[in-house]
Nanobody
Framework: QVQLVESGGGLVQPGGSLRLSCEAS?????????MAWYRQAPGKQRDLVAA???????NYADSAKGRFTISRDNAQNTVYLQMNNLRIDDTAVYYC?????????WGQGTQVTVSS
């Protein structure tokens, strides 16, 4: 069974930073799996923020470029999203996803609130 557990969300002021973590169960190997972070603000659709593919390449939403960095720790089987220079419009629930076994798996989400 694939399980993804996110952590690291919270309340931060504009311009601040947070690092989100997504720990995957050992049923998948993050270094061999396409992993991604999505976010969903109230009343809006869930959108891709950043992805790291099994080959190591990364891609980012335009809103995340230059501010967010996705990375993975193979030993910890964990994917991270470092978010810097946060803005109010980054407020959302952030979800980790894994594309494996011809399915997409989701974590439970972690709330990020950017407010002064």
């Amino acid at each position: 069974q694939v399980q993804l557990v996110e952590s690291g969300g919270g309340l931060v002021q504009p311009g601040g930073s947070l690092r989100l973590s997504c720990e995957a169960s050992r049923s998948i190997i993050v270094s061999r799996t396409n992993m991604a972070w999505y976010r969903q603000a109230p009343g809006k659709q869930r959108d891709l923020v950043a992805a790291v593919l099994s080959g190591g390449s990364t891609n980012y939403a335009d809103s995340a470029k230059g501010r967010f960095t996705i990375s993975r720790d193979n030993a910890q089987n964990t994917v991270y999203l470092q978010m810097n220079n946060l803005r109010i419009d980054d407020t959302a629930v952030y979800y980790c996803s894994a594309a494996a076994f011809r399915n997409t798996y989701w974590g439970q989400g972690t709330q990020v609130t950017v407010s002064s």
